[in-house]
């Protein structure tokens, strides 16, 4: 989480200093992302809410339908943007930051290698990536995640 603490301050200065605000919708990085913008004092000025969508229940329960699924698979930067979009709608935010990945120690169910994660940002600036760790510790990936989902975000606050 330490390492986490620095971009997420930069991230949370730069949303507060523009009285702008936030929703992360989070897979494999478990809640990361939101615990280290949620450790900048004064979060509650841009921070709107968070979920952890881990599986097809939390999915539909997060309000994406099978139709809106519709040739789409999870672990994608199509996907990534979705939830991206769906949490900037559903909370009303200027921004949304999303992840859906495979942390490890093995892939996922859609041939992913773990280290596979996918990144996307919802707002006046719209970006996504695809990074691969190559390798299988999920706690590392985990972090990975989280630290190149808060450099995403620093990234397309800063381009607008």
Same mark, same amino acid.
């Given at each position: 989480m330490q390492t986490l603490l620095a971009?997420?301050?930069?991230?949370?200065?730069?949303?507060?200093?523009?009285g702008e605000t936030i929703a992360i919708a989070?897979? $494999? %990085?478990?809640? !990361?992302? $939101? %615990?280290?913008? !949620?450790?900048?004092?004064g979060a509650s000025a841009y921070f709107r809410g968070g979920d952890v969508i881990y599986t097809q229940q939390a999915r539909t329960a997060f309000g994406i339908t099978a139709e809106a699924m519709a040739g789409m698979r999870a672990s994608t930067e199509v996907y990534a943007r979705l939830l991206a979009e769906t949490a900037r709608q559903r909370l009303g935010t200027v921004w949304a930051l999303a992840e859906?990945?495979?942390?490890?120690?093995?892939?996922?169910?859609?041939?992913?290698a773990p280290g596979h994660v996918c990144l996307a940002v919802a707002g006046p600036v719209t970006l996504s990536v695809t990074i691969e760790t190559g390798h299988g510790d999920r706690i590392v990936n985990m972090r990975a995640f989280a630290a190149a989902a808060l450099g995403l975000l620093e990234e397309a606050l800063c381009a607008a």
């Open positions: 971009p997420s301050a930069i991230c949370g200065e730069l949303l507060k200093s523009r989070e897979s $494999s %990085a478990g809640g !990361l992302i $939101s %615990a280290a913008l !949620l450790a900048v004092p859906t990945g495979a942390t490890g120690p093995t892939g996922n169910r859609y041939g992913d």
